[in-house]
């Protein structure tokens, strides 16, 4: 069978598993190489008090992420706009993410890159948003604002998963898996979103090809370079593969499957403007470290978020299959009241988890 890149016809299944397996493959035997350039160069995470790891660790793991990406993309993904300017946003946000590891940029110089690539991946590769579909409400028509609005989504999903990537194999772990979620969902849509598929899925390879390399106790840290690509990544799979459709569960879908990363992150920006600090400044109050001060092992507080994650994706999938609606509006009984039972499975879990998290915390607190 010939790549999606050779034909005329829309990327098939055959294609994002291929491109899976190409991505995963690459990632992970240039991941050692990449660990060599950054001891090379001296971009080395050393230990540091907000930090979990306790020994140095080489950064630039992105390279690998992005070659692998790159590498697959080019042979799977039709060479028309959208995978062009995604590979040049996805290029340019690589690039500051790595010099940014070496030389440690002020905080404005990388959301100047942020901008830089969203601007890249809307007006070249067209990853903009002109409409949503809500569940049970119907289209919501963004002409005049949808290049915008989807710019400053991608910068914001590049700080999300740069803000959770604190702990070995989390940030590639949690994306591997919503990316996997997102390219079986983009396949059960029309032709158009089975570019996200497979954008999707080569992501996911890529990620898990570097996890080979980052899972507890790492030997390869991603550094922004791969965090903020892996954000930018996931930022177009969801317009592309998901957003850009008239299916009812369009925008409910991505808010399902990044929860995790986005609750880390909002919980941290309200406690840092909570106390006045500024919103870029590292500290200690992610989900990750009230587990580590808790008592949880790294690799075990990884495992806890790909629980959380899997159970997040595993809803949003049935979302997608499960009919609750006859797409005009109308609801049927039998789905929609399965489509409400696991919905308030998976709200109970996830608000017990993070009950269990602050009320371990607030008993520290008491008992000190």
Not at 64 to 74: E, L, P
Not at 83 to 106: C, E, M, N, Q, S
Not at 316 to 332: D, E, P, Q, T
Request: charged share 15%.
């Amino acid at each position: 069978m010939l790549p999606a890149a050779m034909t005329a016809s829309a990327p098939s299944e055959l294609d994002a598993l291929y491109a899976f397996g190409v991505a995963a493959g690459v990632a992970a035997l240039l991941t050692p190489v990449t660990m060599r350039v950054a001891r090379r160069v001296g971009a080395i995470d050393q230990p540091r008090e907000r930090g979990l790891s306790d020994r140095e660790t080489p950064l630039l793991g992105g390279l690998a992420i992005f070659v692998a990406a790159a590498t697959s993309g080019a042979i799977w993904l039709p060479a028309a706009e959208p995978w062009i300017g995604i590979a040049l946003a996805a290029a340019l946000i690589t690039v500051v993410g790595a010099l940014d590891d070496r030389f440690d940029f002020p905080p404005w110089l990388k959301l100047i890159g942020q901008i830089g690539a969203a601007v890249i991946a809307v007006g070249v590769g067209g990853v903009d948003v002109k409409f949503v579909t809500l569940p049970f409400f119907g289209v919501l028509n963004l002409p005049n604002d949808g290049h915008a609005l989807t710019a400053i989504g991608l910068v914001a999903m590049m700080n999300v998963v740069n803000f959770s990537d604190g702990v070995d194999g989390l940030a590639a772990g949690v994306c591997a898996i919503v990316a996997v979620a997102f390219a079986v969902i983009a396949f059960s849509l029309a032709e158009q979103q089975h570019f996200g598929g497979v954008l999707a899925a080569l992501t996911a390879g890529a990620a898990i090809g570097f996890l080979f390399h980052n899972f507890p106790p790492a030997s390869s840290f991603m550094g922004d370079a791969g965090s903020n690509l892996l954000g930018l990544l996931m930022g177009c799979i969801a317009v592309q593969g998901d957003l850009k459709t008239s299916a009812v569960v369009t925008l409910a879908l991505p808010l399902i499957l990044l929860a995790v990363p986005f609750l880390d992150t909002t919980f941290v920006v309200l406690k840092r403007l909570k106390y006045r600090r500024p919103v870029y400044a590292a500290d200690q109050e992610h989900l990750h470290h009230r587990m580590a001060r808790i008592g949880f092992s790294v690799r075990r507080t990884v495992l806890f978020f790909y629980g959380w994650t899997l159970m997040l994706a595993g809803y949003a999938v049935a979302l997608r299959f499960i009919h609750y609606s006859n797409g005009r509006g109308h609801l049927r009984a039998g789905g929609t009241i399965l489509v409400v039972a696991l919905g308030l499975v998976v709200v109970a879990a996830s608000v017990y988890l993070v009950y269990v998290l602050e009320i371990l915390k607030f008993n520290r607190r008491n008992r000190r």
